[in-house]
């Protein structure tokens, strides 16, 4: 069980190394609207997944119906949440629009647990996430404080602060499509059918967007050679991996671990843009690895001890036991 978290935590970490490249991707389409990336990034990249999913959706078509209303939440998470997050960076700039989008999404996963499944948050899990906030939000104060770093991109104050509601909304339909993904993963749905099944049908509901703003991607080899990255390597690959880790870990603490999205990405601006990161950047990056430590870092029960609460990486139902062999502690677990 241990290990199986372990693996699971593993597969959203690299899911979130794949991401933090979408804006270095981004950067060589310049021509490319906002809504377009999104919708081909999330909208091709879904309609892969179901493709290469479709023996398994066939397979397990009766389950899959069985949570007809869970499939459906996920695939309107998943058409909502590109086209939120992306309008949420250009109406209140990017710094702005990536901290609310990506900051919350730990917090309404963990509302959406409690609620739903009765969950409880352990005292390793709020730690592990006020530190992969605070360095969320060094990083991102850095970028606002930095003439370069998309501001020009909000406008009004009223526009600022719908470009926080809709960050909000873009928190709000990561974690449920999250979440719609890990309840069908432990109703007995595999993570590839669950996966495909929910972004197919978010991609389906994607497309319309990309007919409409999509033209620009095919106005060189270039913009359209980003569009292909963006679909193939950080949507169909990345979120292969995170359904993987959403089969072995809640969604609370794979939204928490995907923190290390915006450090990625601020790696790569400094090493591929040739942006500069200061003190204060690097200190964010430090408390989003420390947060991932924590998270991941197996603790030790007593020795002899052979029943321990679910060693999830994260929240764990309250009362779940689980028999290990042996002295060794789980990965999180209850306080």
Do not use: K
Request: proline fraction near 5%.
């Amino acid at each position: 069980m241990v290990r199986s978290a372990r693996v699971g935590a593993v597969c959203v970490l690299l899911a979130s190394v794949l991401w933090g490249t979408t804006g270095t991707a981004a950067t060589f389409a310049p021509a490319v609207g906002p809504l377009a990336i999104g919708a081909v990034a999330m909208g091709l990249g879904g309609l892969l997944q179901a493709l290469a999913a479709a023996p398994r959706i066939r397979r397990e078509s009766a389950r899959l119906r069985a949570h007809t209303g869970v499939v459906l939440l996920g695939a309107l998470s998943v058409g909502a949440y590109p086209l939120a997050f992306y309008t949420s960076m250009h109406l209140a700039g990017v710094a702005v629009g990536t901290v609310v989008s990506i900051g919350s999404a730990p917090l309404a996963s963990a509302l959406i647990e409690r609620v739903a499944d009765g969950r409880r948050l352990t005292r390793r899990w709020t730690g592990a996430a006020a530190l992969g906030l605070s360095g969320t939000v060094l990083l991102c104060a850095v970028q606002a404080a930095d003439p370069g770093s998309g501001r020009a991109g909000a406008g009004s104050t009223g526009a600022t602060l719908l470009g926080v509601a809709l960050g909000l909304a873009a928190g709000l339909t990561y974690a449920l499509y999250s979440w719609t993904a890990h309840r069908l993963i432990s109703g007995g749905v595999t993570s590839g059918a669950a996966m495909g099944a929910v972004f197919g049908v978010g991609g389906l509901l994607l497309m319309p967007v990309l007919l409409v703003t999509g033209a620009p991607l095919l106005a060189s080899w270039s913009n359209a050679a980003v569009g292909a990255y963006m679909a193939l390597v950080p949507m169909f690959l990345g979120y292969v991996l995170f359904g993987r880790g959403l089969a072995h870990v809640p969604a609370s603490t794979a939204t928490t671990l995907s923190l290390l999205e915006p450090a990625v990405a601020a790696l790569l601006a400094v090493l591929v843009v040739g942006e500069r990161l200061p003190s204060l950047g690097w200190a964010g990056i430090l408390l989003v690895v420390a947060c991932l430590a924590v998270l991941t870092t197996p603790t030790r029960a007593p020795r002899g001890r052979r029943t321990v609460t679910e060693p999830s990486v994260g929240p764990a139902p309250a009362g779940d036991q689980v028999t290990v062999s042996g002295p060794g502690g789980g990965v999180g677990g209850s306080t």
